[in-house]
């Protein structure tokens, strides 16, 4: 087995194909949880406020991917930023978005399944799914993300097909039906259920920045790599917005709170459940909720890789196949960890929520503590490194960096409030990692591949 460095393959379009895939499940499922909590109205202006944070931190995050091409992402920046400590907090927080978001998702691919062929173990159909799409990102990148791109077109396709197939039933009363918690536009109850549906407005648009981790693997990334960004958030946007309208108007919307796979049953209630509109809107709405699984898969094993190569884990995550030229220990590890939360109903079913929004909020916060170390470093870096090539600096700078920094800090302060116990667990296990972190230190030290390698 060898160590080292990833190899560029990845042009403009796999890279665009691998933005969205990695978020597109979020427009199939785990949103509607925020609907229970807010209300359509009040949930529209959560995933408005959301959308503004995801497009001011892309704008913002481009200097760092282009300026600090590396695998680890997040890590790498904050490693250059502050330190050692600064890197165990982006990575740690990166590696805890990335392998908790697959199985959520590989627990609505059961799900879908479970509406074409009633009474199959859902949970077996999510394990199936962990150990196809692993293989595939095992057997090469770029395979894996040409596959990416294919299933991606598939699944903005299937959204624009169910947004054609219930827009004749579409009806603004029923979208705003019982729009507001409580009933009561912005009382306290409105308001308290949309800061407690930040976790699942931010699930629309969670793991975009996964881009980051391919970018050791991009061909000319001061180029593609911002082009892949921004045309990514813009198609995003746009799908979250129409499906969360659409799927809201064409009956009680209440009845999609809470599931796993809204989507089918929005269409259910316009087509039918004979009809074969239905039929193939959970065949093709498959394919999104693969393409969001398989490229987070290739972003866990690429900051498993990346952790591994650095020595913040242990230096046997760091192999490469010698034939596929890919990290399939990294692959693997991430796949065990989400096998086992697929079947941890004990350990994650606590708080009023479901397993799936348990994962899913785990999952956010790794997210957002993993955007505010980000926007800490990019200031940091500005003044720390002035001289350092910036192939695409930040547009809007120092505005948009710091809006996404304040709207990242106010999510993250809503989460803890709204989600005492899961913070618990994840500060907990950032804790004990903290403790394995600090007496690995030699370890750190004696790694022979650098992880600050610089674009210019």
């Known amino acids: 087995m060898q160590t080292g460095h990833l190899k560029p393959t990845l042009n403009a379009w796999h890279l665009w194909g691998l933005a969205v895939g990695l978020v597109i499940s979020g427009e199939y499922f785990g949103w509607s949880y925020g609907w229970a909590s807010a209300g359509t109205l009040g949930f529209m202006i959560t995933a408005l406020v959301v959308a503004a944070m995801y497009t001011t931190f892309i704008f913002s995050f481009t200097e760092l991917t282009t300026a600090i091409p590396n695998a680890g992402g997040p890590f790498a920046y904050a490693s250059r930023a502050f330190g050692p400590v600064g890197g165990f907090i982006a990575g740690f927080a990166t590696l805890i978005e990335f392998v908790f978001a697959p199985p959520a998702i590989a627990m609505a691919i059961g799900s879908y399944l479970g509406v074409q062929f009633p009474g199959v173990d859902q949970k077996l159909m999510a394990t199936g799914a962990y150990v196809i799409f692993m293989a595939l990102n095992i057997v090469g990148v770029r395979t894996a993300a040409t596959f990416e791109l294919i299933i991606t077109a598939l699944a903005i396709f299937e959204l624009l ?82 499906v969360m309208v659409f799927a809201g108007g064409v009956g009680d919307w209440r009845k999609l709170s809470n599931i796993n796979d809204p989507l089918p049953q929005a269409m259910k209630t316009v087509v039918g459940e004979n009809s074969n509109w239905l039929h193939m809107l959970v065949w ?27 020595g913040y884990l242990p230096s ?138 610089n674009a210019g």
């Open 284 to 310: 093709i709405g498959l394919f999104g909720l693969v393409a969001s699984f398989h490229g987070i898969i290739l972003g866990y094993s690429r900051q498993i890789f990346a952790l591994g190569r650095a």
């Open 316 to 453: 046997y995550f760091a192999a490469i196949h010698p034939r596929f030229g890919t990290p399939h220990r990294a692959v693997l590890a991430g796949g065990v960890i989400g096998i086992a939360a697929i079947f941890s109903d004990q350990l994650f079913s606590f708080g009023g929520q479901t397993l799936t929004a348990n994962i899913v909020t785990m999952s956010v916060f790794g997210a957002i503590v993993m955007y505010i170390m980000s926007m800490l470093s990019l200031f940091a870096l500005r003044k720390k490194e002035p001289d350092l090539a910036r192939p695409f600096p930040a547009i809007g700078y120092p505005v948009f960096p710091a809006i996404a920094l304040s709207l990242a800090v106010l999510c993250l302060a809503a989460m803890v409030y709204y989600n005492t116990l899961l913070a618990g667990v994840f500060a907990g296990t950032m804790l004990l990692a903290y403790v394995v972190f600090m007496l690995g230190g030699h370890k750190r030290r004696e790694a022979a591949a650098p992880v600050m390698p």
């Open 161 to 242: 097909v169910f947004m054609g197939g219930v827009a004749p039933a579409f009806s603004v009363a029923n979208f705003v039906a019982h729009g507001w918690a409580g009933q009561d536009t912005f009382s306290v109850v409105a308001i308290s259920g949309m800061f407690a549906a930040i976790p699942f407005a931010i699930w629309f648009f969670l793991a975009i920045e996964g881009v980051a981790m391919a970018a050791e693997e991009a061909k000319d990334p001061k180029r593609t790599i911002p082009v892949a960004y921004i045309a990514g958030i813009i198609t995003l946007v746009v799908l979250a917005i129409g």
